[in-house]
């Protein structure tokens, strides 16, 4: 079972760099490493995934080490907007998909 | 373009009732997915459904039934509704892909039950 640790909350001010870092000690040789996020309210929406080294899209970068037992989500200079819960996940298997407790990502003015 | 939808939105119950919420997706992905969340916490796998005909127990199914009627749809059922089952419950659905599986999900906008 890969399960994962991430900080419970992070505050940043506007217009930072935001890295919010996931543990994954047992992941598995096939298993990709994907990031939501979740406004209050809403289902969570997909942001990233990745298998290894640097991925990046328009909304943020992944940054997955050698190892693979952790990721590092980046978020380029947040705004209020980007207040929300941050969930990494990795699945136990083809169709097995547990969520963790997420970090909750607060964005001052 | 609706993607997973889901019914009813909100709905009250009391304790002993029965209901069942309903979810549908028009992607034509083969797994389905229900997860609870409680106020302030993550979300937690109650079943899932990795293809029509296939059901399976994920971290929190007592007191929860589910059925894959179809590629489209997948309902939850709770046959003696429990003060401890309010909560916010997402339906999600996602296509494996051969090979790897990538975990991309889609949610529906939840439904909102409480039990009195």
């Known amino acids: 079972l890969a399960k994962t640790t991430q900080p419970i909350s992070m505050d940043s001010y506007e217009g930072q760099e935001v890295n919010i870092t996931c543990s994954h000690n047992?992941?598995?040789?096939?298993?990709?490493i994907t990031w939501y996020q979740q406004f209050p309210s809403q289902g969570p929406r997909f942001i990233i995934q990745g298998y290894k080294t640097k991925v990046t899209n328009e909304v943020a970068s992944l940054f997955i080490p050698a190892d693979r037992k952790s990721s590092t989500l980046s978020l380029p200079r947040v705004s209020l907007s980007d207040t929300a819960v941050y969930y990494c996940l990795v699945p136990t298997g083809a169709n097995n998909l547990f969520f963790g407790t997420g970090t909750r990502l607060t964005v001052i003015p | 373009n609706a993607g997973v939808t889901q019914t009813p939105k909100f709905q009250v119950l009391k304790t002993g009732q029965s209901m069942t919420l309903q979810c549908a997706q028009d992607?034509?992905?083969?797994?389905m997915y229900w997860y609870r969340q409680d106020p302030g916490m993550g979300l937690r796998l109650i079943y899932y459904?990795?293809?029509?005909?296939?059901?399976d127990k994920g971290e929190v199914p007592n007191g929860y039934n589910v059925s894959r009627l179809n590629k489209r749809e997948f309902s939850l059922r709770l046959e003696s509704a429990a003060p401890s089952q309010t909560s916010v419950y997402f339906c999600a659905s996602s296509e494996v892909e051969t090979g790897a599986y990538t975990g991309e999900l889609f949610f529906g906008e939840g439904s909102r039950l409480t039990v009195l």
């Open positions: 047992n992941i598995a040789t096939n298993d990709y």
């Open positions: 459904s990795a293809s029509e005909g296939t059901t």
């Open positions: 992607m034509n992905h083969n797994s």
